[in-house]
């Protein structure tokens, strides 16, 4: 776990709006994906990627490309060099990119397809977020999947009336509520 308080590297006004990074847990993630039937298509973007475990879980999922935004640089860094060794240990052939930036910054790309959070920030970035989410899919309709574990600020995703509820699991003591966009 890295504490918010530990990133010296973050200059963003979000810092003291963040959650700590913590890990996610492997066996329950791909569990979530495959049980809540999230296709591996499109691009995986992880908000609040961290050390990038979840974007190497991803690309063992199937997905081709993921995408890791993190406001912390040095925890990108790391995060890349996780990429890089889980490619050269396996051969695996996917596509990635980390992004040192504010996930309010993000501007979602029209072939992102799945957003994983692991409670990364509070609801006020949340809905933020969920803003440049549903600009994005006025642009570029898709489905949308988002995977959002340990989702304290599920409300703020379901008051959007953007994302139906595709379900709650509950694996190996991790949480995970599914949404899709709605019109998908």
Same mark, same amino acid.
């Given at each position: 776990?890295?504490?918010?308080?530990?990133?010296?590297?973050?200059?963003?006004?979000?810092?003291?709006?963040?959650?700590?990074?913590? @890990?996610?847990?492997?066996? @329950?993630?791909?569990?979530?994906?495959?049980?809540?039937?999230?296709? %591996?298509?499109?691009?995986?973007?992880?908000?609040?990627?961290?050390?990038?475990?979840?974007?190497?879980?991803?690309?063992?999922?199937?997905?081709?490309?993921?995408?890791?935004?993190?406001?912390?640089?040095?925890?990108?860094?790391? %995060?890349?060099?996780?990429?890089?060794?889980?490619?050269?240990?396996?051969?695996?052939?996917?596509?990635?990119?980390?992004?040192?930036?504010? +996930?309010?910054? =993000?501007?979602?790309? %029209?072939?992102?397809?799945?957003?994983?959070?692991?409670? @990364?920030?509070?609801?006020? +970035?949340?809905?933020?977020?969920?803003?440049?989410?549903?600009?994005?899919?006025?642009?570029?309709?898709?489905?949308?999947?988002?995977? =959002?574990?340990?989702?304290?600020?599920?409300?703020?995703?379901?008051?959007?009336?953007?994302?139906?509820?595709?379900?709650?699991?509950?694996?190996?003591?991790?949480?995970?509520?599914?949404?899709?966009?709605?019109?998908?």
């Amino acid at each position: 776990m890295v504490e918010n308080a530990d990133l010296r590297d973050v200059t963003s006004a979000n810092l003291a709006r963040g959650i700590r990074y913590q @890990p996610t847990r492997a066996r @329950p993630f791909r569990r979530v994906l495959r049980v809540a039937g999230v296709p %591996a298509r499109g691009t995986f973007v992880d908000l609040g990627c961290g050390k990038g475990r979840a974007c190497v879980l991803a690309a063992m999922h199937g997905f081709r490309r993921v995408v890791g935004i993190d406001y912390s640089s040095s925890l990108c860094a790391i %995060a890349q060099a996780n990429l890089d060794a889980f490619r050269a240990r396996t051969g695996a052939q996917f596509e990635s990119s980390l992004h040192a930036i504010d +996930v309010v910054n =993000y501007a979602f790309a %029209a072939d992102d397809s799945v957003v994983y959070l692991f409670n @990364p920030f509070d609801d006020q +970035v949340m809905g933020a977020v969920l803003e440049r989410l549903r600009e994005s899919l006025a642009q570029h309709p898709r489905p949308v999947w988002i995977v =959002y574990h340990n989702p304290v600020w599920r409300g703020v995703i379901e008051e959007s009336g953007a994302f139906a509820h595709a379900g709650d699991w509950s694996y190996g003591g991790c949480d995970f509520a599914v949404y899709r966009n709605r019109g998908a």
